[in-house]
Structures are given as structure tokens and as C-alpha cells.
């Protein structure tokens, strides 16, 4: 079965910095596309990055230049580095996994990590 | 960007009756040669992840209740629930797939009367 774990997310003060990680399994990680999604409390989902096979990388407008989506195929792993945090920020993460005929809708998600930031 | 709007924000039913979900993008989502529309619909639970229900505005996701099923073209698709179960109760998105920034509708909160 696939399994998508993140783990990463706490309390932060605004303008701080906060790696998300996402464990995987039950799939062959360099085959997929991976995707980062959020969700603020109550509120609907929100894209936030794409790493293709290939390497190359997308990004919501909001977040270019503070957040860098990567991989470490060695540990099957996804990652978020968020830099310079605002309020807007605040939500659940989740990791989600591109289809497997590569189109980028998500075929399977994690359960979540919250990033709450606040002073 | 491409918005996607969906309608109605929410909707209470009873048990056995049809749910119909309406979602609409600003361009149209049938983006490649291969006449298919980069469409996907999502359930979410309360506390739980989003899950696929259907993609290619048609094709039902492996395991999806025949229930389910999503229609449209274009810029105008339908999510169609044939007879609302209490187990059905949750918010359903949209989803397009055409162009980055991959965008979502707002959400339709579906319950029981």
C-alpha cells in the first residue's frame, strides 16, 4: 500500500524557518511526481509546490522564493523548506502523490502536518 | 490562472436522494490533444486527507462506489452523487490539472437532512 507520513510541522514565530518531511512507501518514489497541498483551518486546499521526475519544480506564487520543495531518493523521502513564515502560512501540509500516468491530479495523500505561525 | 468555482457552497439532502455538485473553470480544461478534460474531483472527511473520486472529469478511481460519477466538458462539469449515503457526508473539490498554478474550487459541504 502507498503511505505518505509527514512529520516537520510545529509552532513558529513569523519570519522563522521550518523543514516538512514526508516518509514513503509501497511505491517506486523516483517514478512519481510529488506534490505539497494546504489547508488553513476551515478553509479549502491550496496547491503549493511540484516536484516532477524529471526535477523540475513548481511553485504557487506566494510562496517563490521562501519555499524549496526537494527530494532524497536514498530515504524515499519529500521535502519542504520554509523560509521567512507569515500568518498566511498557517494550515496543514500535506504530501500527496502525482498520479501514476503523470498527470498532476493526487492519487494519494498523507494525513497532514499543522504549521502554525505566530508570535 | 485558472479559477475553478463550484456551487453550491453547501447542501443538506436525505438519505437515498441525488447530490449534485456543480464546478466551473475560467478556461477550458480540455488542454491537450487527447480530448480529455484535466478535471479531478476529491471527498473529504472532517480530520481526514482529501481522497481521488474521480479524474479526467469521468473515470472513477479505483474502489470509488459506482454511486459516484462526474460528467461535463469544457468549462462545466458535474459531480453526481445517484443516492446520498450517511458515509457520504463530507466537503467535495474540484481540482484542475490543465496548467500550474494547479487551482481548486472552494468546496461543497454536503449533508443529511
Known amino acids: 500500500d502507498v503511505q505518505l507520513v509527514e512529520s516537520g510541522g510545529g509552532l513558529v514565530q513569523p519570519g522563522g524557518s521550518l523543514r516538512l518531511s514526508c516518509a514513503t512507501s509501497?511505491?517506486?518514489?523516483?517514478?512519481?511526481?510529488m506534490h505539497w497541498v494546504r489547508q488553513a483551518a476551515g478553509k479549502g486546499l491550496e496547491w503549493v509546490s511540484t516536484l516532477y521526475t524529471g526535477g523540475n519544480t513548481y511553485y504557487v506564487d506566494s510562496v517563490k522564493g521562501r519555499f524549496t520543495i526537494s527530494r532524497e531518493i536514498a530515504k524515499k523521502s519529500l521535502y519542504l523548506q520554509m523560509n521567512s513564515l507569515t500568518t498566511a502560512d498557517t494550515a496543514v501540509y500535506y504530501c500527496a502523490r502525482g498520479s501514476t500516468s503523470g498527470y498532476f491530479y493526487f492519487d494519494s495523500w498523507g494525513q497532514g502536518t499543522l504549521v502554525t505561525v505566530s508570535s | 490562472d485558472i479559477v475553478m468555482t463550484q456551487s453550491p457552497d453547501s447542501l443538506a439532502l436525505s438519505l437515498g436522494e441525488r447530490a449534485t455538485i456543480n464546478c466551473k473553470s475560467s478556461q477550458r480544461l480540455l488542454c491537450s490533444s487527447n480530448n480529455k478534460n484535466y478535471l479531478a474531483w476529491y471527498q473529504q472527511h472532517p480530520g481526514h486527507p482529501p481522497k481521488l473520486l474521480i479524474y479526467?472529469?469521468?473515470t472513477r478511481e479505483s474502489g470509488v462506489p459506482d454511486r459516484f460519477s462526474g460528467s461535463g466538458s469544457g468549462t462545466d462539469f458535474t459531480l453526481t452523487i445517484s443516492s446520498l449515503q450517511a458515509e457520504d457526508v463530507a466537503v467535495y473539490y474540484c481540482?484542475?490539472?490543465?496548467?500550474?498554478?494547479?487551482?481548486f474550487g472552494g468546496g461543497t459541504k454536503v449533508e443529511i437532512k
Open positions: 509501497g511505491f517506486i518514489f523516483t517514478n512519481s511526481d
Open positions: 479526467w472529469a469521468s
Open positions: 481540482q484542475q490539472y490543465c496548467t500550474t498554478p494547479l487551482t
